[in-house]
């Protein structure tokens, strides 16, 4: 985040332009190639996009269906403008950790004021705000201070009407958690989806809608209207709330003035620069934490994958894992190999509650008798590696909500400053009762969890989240979530683990909605506990994904004595950073193959990630990216016998001295495979 200096410059300019009754008007990007047109069609809002002056999308209406304080339901007709104005901001700014260090925000803005043409509801204003970037859009609806102050979404009619028809990758709305492979089909044979979405169009170019600074409203859906290819509209449904165990009808309670969260869409003609775009970070506000010295990326280790193996148990018994013991151990082993973390599930009271044997509720500040806080965390310090803090609920949010004061003090107390938090129910309760999780009362008990940790210094990697949006802009301390089907999925799941193409479609679907907590790292493929399931990958695979996949907190997850058989493969871990200078896509397609190359923030080395789905490729790196002068690429390739079912422990490390100037360098990924390369500033 977001430090407060702003960088390069800063030109800002506003323009107040009166147009009464006017309907049309427009917005173009700073680069003037996308052009954005607001239009009111028989009251309905509407706008269009345009790039080179070829239409993207057709008109496309928009608007929300609301009732106010006195009973008056408005919907999205019955709309006339009042008036428009427009700004431009070019700034820069700092991130605390990320992807990039230096942000560039760059856009034009349009805001329509509208006002009903009715004139019983002369005194409700709504106003929609566009912004157009280089490689994007979004807008937001906004209510103005006024009279009615309370108001009940119960529609949002945000749509996209397609010129032509493009091809989709999405998860369906139900999937609990949105663990779910992303599944490729034409828009027209779409049900549902959860946001986001990522599109190729009919022109070979690419695009991805989402949603930006979520808050205080329900999660955005969207949806293929009518289903049929002629149309070809997608459109959006907000997240419900609940009474009495049932959907209603009621999405979103407002209190004027109040602003939406930003719908968004990435368009580019290529997939390295959709990877690249920043727009949803751009669409947050800047950070509001002062002292930010105390969020620091780093990569951990844990007591974890031999739970999910079926070795150790969370609650206590004779396999259980989150003993002084096997922490002590762990500890050990992250201080002699620069991981700077060690997590611990199934530390404290609760779980047998967790695991259905009774109902226990969790507690956050009582460790199991055969789990010693105290040594442990003088342990912890003296070996200078930070205990990471394992808040499991259940999905009982109005219990961990009235817990979390306590529960950071007692973090506090034993110098613990990230949480790992974890809602496993389909249906969470909250203050207001069962609640979906993505539903706006799920969304501001997540966002109360941040606030509450960040008071007392801690950062949070959420699982079972509602769907990143960028918030970690403003709350730096929000480093990562799960809401991706993770490598936990190998360990146990009924079909036998994700696929090869799973981790080569997540940089361009799920990944672009902010970090995930997917925990790479597997060094043991065989499981003997739940035969048939099995990593879909080779080792040097599982290395890559420290750099193709971004976290700032980074698992590496496997257990500690797989990491011992691989002492010279895990060198790769031990050096790979988790905050970036830079980051470039050099090469990949969705589904197929990714090679990303990232710069360590405040130092000199590159870190490239390059993974294939089952078939096996040579990939060719146009090494112009390294900056001037000599690197030790140090190369972690898969072995010449490599492929992922077999052999995915054939492994070949070499070095060699090379230059930006250098002829492109061609490395064989075997199937499932994958390669990590330190590119070692000489
Ligand atoms: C599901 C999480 O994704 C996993 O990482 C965790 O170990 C379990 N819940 C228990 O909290």
Redesign the pocket.
């Known amino acids: 985040m977001f430090k407060k200096s702003v960088y390069l410059y800063i030109c800002l300019m506003v323009a107040l332009c009166v147009s009464c009754h006017r309907n049309a008007t427009s917005v173009s990007s700073p680069d003037g190639q996308l052009k954005l047109s607001f239009d009111l069609i028989d009251g309905v809002p509407h706008y269009s996009v345009s790039r080179d002056g070829q239409p993207v999308l057709l008109p496309s209406p928009m608007g929300l269906t609301f009732v106010t304080n006195d009973g008056d339901t408005v919907s999205n007709c019955g709309w006339q403008l009042s008036q428009t104005e427009s700004a431009s901001v070019d700034e820069t700014w700092e991130t605390v950790w990320g992807e990039e260090r230096l942000i560039r925000d760059y856009h034009n803005e349009l805001t329509v004021h509208l006002s009903p043409l009715n004139t019983k509801l002369s005194s409700l204003n709504l106003s929609i705000v566009f912004r157009v970037f280089n490689d994007g859009f979004a807008f937001r609806y906004v209510f103005p201070e006024q009279e009615a102050k309370q108001l009940t979404v119960l529609d949002e009619h945000s749509s996209y009407v397609f010129a032509e028809e493009p091809q989709i990758w999405s998860i369906p709305w139900r999937t609990e ?1 949105y ?1 779910a492979l992303f599944e490729k089909t034409p828009l027209h044979e779409k049900d549902t989806m959860n946001s986001p979405i990522t599109l190729e169009m009919a022109d070979g170019s690419y695009a991805f809608i989402h949603e930006a600074a979520l808050t205080d409203y329900p999660c955005q859906n969207l949806y293929a209207l009518n289903g049929s290819e002629a149309s070809s509209q997608l459109s959006t449904f907000l997240t419900p709330w609940m009474k009495d165990d049932q959907v209603i009808e009621d999405k979103a309670y407002v209190t004027t003035p109040f602003a939406t969260p930003w719908r968004f869409m990435i368009l580019t003609r290529t997939l390295p620069e959709m990877v690249a775009s920043r727009i949803m970070l751009n669409l947050n506000e800047p950070c509001k934490i002062e002292d930010t010295s105390w969020i620091r990326p780093m990569k951990f280790i844990g007591i ?1 994958w031999g ?2 193996m079926r070795e150790w148990t ?1 609650r206590q018994g004779p396999n259980h894992g989150a003993t002084t013991e096997h922490m002590k151990q762990y500890l050990d082993f992250a201080a002699d190999n620069h991981i700077q973390g060690v997590l611990a ?2 530390w404290n009271l609760g779980w047998e509650g ?1 695991e259905g044997i009774n109902n226990d509720r969790f507690s956050f500040v009582t460790p199991y008798p055969d789990y010693d806080i105290n040594f442990l965390s003088e342990y912890a310090k003296q070996r200078g590696v930070q205990i990471v803090c ?1 808040h ?1 609920t259940s999905g009982r949010a109005n219990e961990y909500e009235a817990d979390l004061d306590t529960a950071y003090q007692y973090m506090q107390r034993y110098g613990m400053h990230a949480v ?1 938090t ?1 809602y ?1 129910a389909p249906i969470i309760t909250t203050n207001d009762g069962h609640q979906i999780n993505r539903s706006q009362s799920g969304v501001r008990h997540y966002r109360k969890v941040i606030e509450t940790a960040a008071k007392y210094q801690v950062m949070i990697d959420n ?2 989240p509602a769907m990143p949006t960028g918030l970690q802009r403003t709350w730096p301390n929000l480093m990562t979530q ?1 809401g991706i089907r ?1 490598q ?1 999925w190998n360990a146990w799941s009924a079909d036998g683990g994700s696929p090869c193409s799973h981790v080569c479609t997540l940089p361009f679907t799920r990944m672009m909605a902010g970090p995930a ?1 997917y ?1 790479p790292g597997v060094f043991a493929f065989e499981n003997p506990v739940i035969p048939g399931t099995r990593v879909h990958s080779t080792l040097c695979n599982q290395l890559a994904l420290f750099v193709v996949l971004y976290s700032p907190l980074q698992m590496a997850c496997d257990k500690i004595e797989n990491y011992q058989k691989h002492p010279a493969e895990f060198q790769f871990i031990k050096d790979v950073p988790c905050d970036w200078e830079q980051s470039r896509l050099l090469d990949g397609q969705i589904g197929e193959y990714v090679v990303m190359a990232r710069q360590e923030r405040g130092g000199n080395d590159w870190y490239l990630g390059a993974i294939t789905n089952e078939t096996a490729r040579d990939i060719t790196i146009d090494l112009s990216f390294l900056g001037e002068g000599e690197y030790e690429a140090q190369i972690y390739r898969d072995g010449d016998d490599a492929e992922w079912q077999e052999r995915p422990y054939s492994t070949n490390i070499e070095t060699r001295v090379v230059t930006a100037n250098d002829q492109p360098m061609t490395i064989r990924l075997a199937s499932g495979g994958g390669c990590a390369i330190r590119f070692k500033k000489l």
Request: hydrophobic letters at 20%; a negative charge.
């Open positions: 958690y663990e974890w739970m999910h969370w599930e199934g967790y394992h499991e790992k974890g496993v699982h079972e799960e993770g936990e907590d925990t």
